[in-house]
């Protein structure tokens, strides 16, 4: 049998709007061929056989869910197909329980055959399926992270919704006590520093060191390709890519960053503060952001080109 590949099954489910666990049942009864796949899924009336039911989802909600004591946080992002979709009442509460649930399981496929938090005689994959015909669109998990604190480490996770649920940042940071855990001026750093993620798409590591070294070797080959340096002597030109590569990658890095509620200091000077005013070492562990829809290729449809499809002229 061909091995079933998650980026398969997730092609069928675009082409069909059926469920995960569907489009993986169908693809293995049919030895990984997508296009019997497909008819398989429209011979047992799961999979709609007119255009809407393979529109691409790349509308919806990014949301977040804390437990309480901020010891484990999910990020989770459930696409749609319209805007319109995305603001109903009916969605935005999937959404949300979704990713409550997300935080109990390891997978979105594991949670899909799960009991639905807020109705147990229904799978989370049955529950989806009734949303889809309720509402009339399709619909899908993408992904969801989940930080969970390390057993015997002192610290909180945090999340922050920004514009409405198009982007969406977990954030897990690390104290030395549980007494600082508890205090108003830590949890108050977590969420500045959620907001702070939110503020800057074009960081991507806490700090310098957590960069791998082969990204700063491809951005010490993009500057030493620049034009600009062409004519200049060999050991001129490492002095100046030198200064352009700490400064790009310094760019990358959370703790390098101007302080989004005040500019004349950095993210790492706020945090000396905050250490100083808590009596304790603080640390940023990591950090996740989600755009919504981001990687997701949109498609452009064209009326005129549709309708003469339709009627056969073109």
């Known amino acids: 049998m061909a091995e079933i590949s998650a980026k398969l099954v997730q092609e069928l489910r675009q082409k069909t709007g059926a469920g995960m666990m569907d489009c993986k049942k169908a693809l293995k ?35 977040s869910y804390i437990q309480p004591k901020g010891q484990v946080g999910v990020l989770i992002e459930v696409n749609c197909q319209t805007d319109f979709v995305a603001r109903n009442d009916a969605f935005k509460a999937l959404v949300q329980n979704l990713a409550k649930q997300a935080a109990t399981v ?19 994959d049955q529950f989806i399926k009734q949303i889809i015909t309720q509402l009339g669109e399709n619909m899908q998990v993408r992904r969801y992270v989940k930080f969970s604190l390390a057993e015997g480490v002192h610290g909180v996770v945090d999340s922050y919704i920004h ?26 750093l977590a969420r500045n520093m959620a907001m702070q993620i939110a503020a800057c798409p074009n960081v991507e590591y806490v700090k310098v060191d957590d960069i791998p070294a082969e990204v700063a070797e491809k951005e010490k080959s993009i500057e030493m390709g620049r034009d600009d340096l062409g004519n200049k002597p060999e050991n001129i030109k490492e002095k100046i890519v030198l200064g352009r590569i700490e400064k790009r990658l310094k760019e990358m890095t959370l703790v390098d960053q101007p302080y989004i509620r005040d500019q004349s200091i950095t993210v790492e000077d706020l945090i000396k503060q905050a250490q100083t005013q808590l009596g304790e070492k603080i640390e940023v562990l990591r950090f996740v952001r989600f755009i919504l829809g981001e990687g997701i290729e949109k498609q452009e449809s064209n009326f005129a080109d549709e309708v003469a499809a339709q009627i056969g002229t073109k």
Do not use: H
């Open 29 to 63: 009864e049919n030895d990984g061929d997508i296009e019997k796949a497909g008819e398989w899924l429209r011979q047992k009336g799961i999979a709609k056989a007119d255009k809407g039911a393979g529109r691409i989802t790349a509308e919806g909600l990014v949301d």
């Open 163 to 188: 514009t409405g649920g198009r982007v969406g940042v977990l954030v897990e940071l690390k104290c030395e006590s549980e007494t600082v855990v508890g205090r108003e001026e830590f949890q108050t």
């Open 106 to 124: 390891d997978s979105v496929e594991s949670m899909l055959t799960q009991p639905y938090i807020e109705d147990s005689s229904v799978t989370v």
